[in-house]
C-alpha cells in the first residue's frame, strides 16, 4: 500500500533515546542486566558454553576483532553501499515514472504492489537456483528490498504535490526545469528520505539474511561460522557490531534529513495525481496478464531453460497437487501455525511492554535505551543465538517469530498511550466515569488506530520471520524448508508454488487486519 503521509522532516523517531536526555538513569537497566549475566555465568546457571561470561566476550572480541571482524566487515558494508545505490535509483525512477505518468500507474503499480507484498525471504530460494549464491544474489536482494519503499514514497510524494502548485506553476509559466527543482523536489523530498531511511533498514536486515543463507564471507557467514563452532562469544561479538553499524546507518541518514529539510512537510489533501483505479476496470490486469502470456510462450518456444523456469501450466499442476494430496498443506499449515503462535506471543509481550512504556515515564526512562539498542540489531542477527538457546525445532522458530512481531507492537502501543491528550482525563473526570468506562469510552478508541498499524506491521513481520526461520532451520515441515530442499532438488516448480502460497497468505493477513481494523474502529471510517 502506498504511505498517504510522510512524518514531518526533525519528527523524532519512536523510541527516541539519547543517553544525554535521561542522564545516569539510561546506564541503570544495562548495568543491572550485565550484572545478572556476570552472576549467572559465575554461578553456573547455564552452561559456559551457551551462554558465555562477559570477560569472555570480551576476551574474544580482543582477537575475533582484528583477525576476523575487520576482514569481513569492509565486504558486508560494501554489498550494502552498492545496493543501496542501485536500490535507491531503481526507487527514484520508478516512483517517477509511477507518480508522474497516470497510465504506467494504472498498468504496473498493481502488480508492483503485489511483488512489493511478497516476502524478500521468499525470493531467496528461487534466486539461488537462477543466480546461483555468488555476488549477484546478494545484490538482486538488496536492491529488491530497497527499491520497494524507495519506490513508494518516492511515488507517494509526487502524488501528494498540492495542485496549487500545478496552477502556480502554469501561471507564472515556470519552465521545466525550474518548476522541478523548486516545486516538485521540495515536496516530494520529505517522503523520499522516509523512503531512504525505511530502505537501509531492510537492506541491513535482507543483507544479514542472505549472508546466513548463502555466503562464505561477510557479517552473516560469521555469526553462521561461529554458530556451528558453537563459540557464542564471537556471536555476541557479531550482533554488537551489527547492531553499532544500523545504529550509526540510521543516525547518518536522519542527520542528512535533518540537513537536507528545514521545511514542514506538505499538508496533506485529496487532490492526487492518478484517480484512483474502478474496481471493476480490467486496466490492473493487463501487465500480469501479458506476463503470464509471455511465460507461456516462452516456456512452449523454448527462449528459456524450463528446469529452471517451468511452464506456469506445471506450477499450477505442482500447487494442485501439492494442496490436494497434502505434503504443500502439510507446509503452509506448519508455517501458519509458526507465524500465528509466535505473531500470539510477540503481540501480548508488545502490547504490555508498550502500554508499561507510555504509561509510566519512569519505566519509559529506564528501558527504552535498552530496547533502542536491541532494536538497532538486524533482525536475522539474532536467529543463530535463539537456535543455540533453544534448539533447532519448531520452539526456536516461534521464540524468533515473536522476536520479529515484538517491537511493531511495543513501539505502537507505546507511542499511542503516549500520545493520548490530556483533555481525556479531564472528560472523564467532568462526566465522572468510572475506570473500566474511562478504558473502554476513551482511552481504548485513541489507541485502536496505533494499535492496528502496529498490528499489521507485526503481522507482517512475523510471516516473514516464520518463513525466515524455516530458511535457516530447514529441518521439519515449512514452506521456508520446503523450498530449500526444493532448491538444493532444483525442483524450481515447487519453488514458485511456496512463494505463490507465501503471497496469497500475506495478501489474505493484510485483508484480515483491515477487515477487524474497520469493524473495531468503524468510526475513524463514517
Known amino acids: 500500500m502506498i504511505p498517504q503521509q510522510a512524518p514531518r522532516t526533525g519528527a523524532v523517531s519512536p523510541l527516541p533515546y539519547r543517553f544525554s536526555d535521561a542522564g545516569y538513569s539510561a546506564w541503570l537497566v544495562p548495568l543491572l542486566l550485565l550484572a545478572v549475566w556476570w552472576l549467572a555465568s559465575r554461578h553456573q546457571w547455564m552452561s559456559e558454553q551457551i551462554l558465555p561470561s562477559p570477560l569472555t566476550v570480551a576476551s574474544g572480541a580482543l582477537t575475533f576483532i582484528p583477525e576476523e571482524l575487520l576482514h569481513q566487515l569492509p565486504i558486508s558494508l560494501a554489498r550494502l553501499f552498492i545496493g543501496l545505490g542501485g536500490g535507491i535509483l531503481c526507487g527514484l525512477l520508478l516512483g517517477c515514472l509511477f507518480g508522474l505518468h497516470r497510465r504506467s500507474h494504472s498498468l504496473f503499480m498493481p502488480l508492483f504492489t503485489v511483488v512489493a507484498q511478497i516476502p524478500t525471504l521468499a525470493w531467496i530460494p528461487l534466486l539461488m537456483l537462477l543466480l546461483g549464491i555468488g555476488e549477484a544474489l546478494k545484490l538482486a536482494i538488496l536492491i529488491k528490498s530497497i527499491t520497494v519503499p524507495v519506490t513508494l514514497y518516492t511515488c507517494a510524494g509526487i502524488q501528494q504535490t498540492p495542485q496549487k502548485l500545478y496552477e502556480m506553476a502554469r501561471s507564472l509559466r515556470l519552465p521545466p526545469t525550474l518548476f522541478l527543482r523548486r516545486l516538485i523536489i521540495p515536496t516530494m523530498l520529505p517522503y523520499v528520505m522516509t523512503g531512504v531511511r525505511l530502505a537501509f533498514s531492510q537492506g541491513w536486515v535482507s543483507l544479514i539474511a542472505v549472508e546466513l543463507l548463502a555466503s562464505s564471507e561477510g557479517l552473516g557467514y560469521l555469526l553462521v561460522q561461529s554458530r556451528q563452532l558453537f563459540m557464542l562469544d564471537f556471536v555476541f561479538v557479531c550482533i554488537l557490531i551489527i547492531g553499532l553499524c544500523g545504529y550509526l546507518g540510521e543516525r547518518l541518514l536522519l542527520r542528512l534529513e535533518q540537513r537536507w529539510i528545514h521545511w514542514p512537510a506538505p499538508v496533506l489533501g485529496r487532490d492526487s495525481l492518478s484517480p484512483s483505479v474502478a474496481f471493476t476496470s480490467l486496466t490492473p490486469w493487463y501487465a500480469p496478464l501479458t506476463l503470464l502470456l509471455l511465460w507461456s510462450m516462452g516456456s512452449q518456444l523454448a527462449w528459456f531453460n524450463t528446469a529452471f523456469l517451468p511452464a506456469p501450466q506445471h506450477v499450477v499442476e505442482t500447487l494442485v497437487e501439492g494442496l490436494t494430496q ?201
Open 326 to 526: 497434502g505434503d504443500l498443506r502439510t507446509d503452509l499449515l506448519a508455517s501458519l501455525t509458526h507465524a500465528l503462535q509466535g505473531f500470539l506471543l510477540g503481540s501480548l509481550l508488545g502490547i504490555g511492554a508498550g502500554a508499561l512504556l507510555g504509561g509510566l515515564p519512569l519505566a519509559d526512562r529506564l528501558f527504552s535505551p535498552v530496547l533502542s539498542a536491541v532494536r538497532s540489531v538486524a533482525l536475522f542477527a539474532w536467529l543463530p543465538l535463539i537456535t543455540a538457546w533453544f534448539g533447532l525445532d519448531d520452539t526456536a522458530k516461534v521464540v524468533f517469530v515473536a522476536v520479529a512481531a515484538f517491537f511493531p507492537l511495543l513501539l505502537a502501543t507505546r507511542q499511542g498511550i503516549a500520545q493520548l491528550p490530556p483533555t481525556l482525563r479531564e472528560a472523564a473526570y467532568v462526566l465522572r466515569l468510572s475506570p473500566h468506562r474511562t478504558l473502554s469510552k476513551l482511552v481504548l478508541p485513541s489507541v485502536m488506530p496505533p494499535v492496528f498499524s502496529g498490528l499489521r506491521l507485526a503481522l507482517m513481520h512475523a510471516w516473514t520471520g516464520a518463513i525466515g526461520a524455516e530458511d535457516f532451520i530447514p529441518s521439519g515441515a515449512g514452506l521456508g524448508g520446503m523450498m530449500i530442499r526444493a532448491q538444493q532438488l532444483l525442483a524450481s516448480d515447487r519453488i514458485i508454488a511456496g512463494v505463490v502460497l507465501i503471497a496469497l497468505v500475506a495478501a489474505l493477513f493484510s485483508r484480515l487486519i483491515t477487515f477487524a481494523e474497520r469493524r473495531l474502529t468503524a468510526w475513524r471510517f463514517q
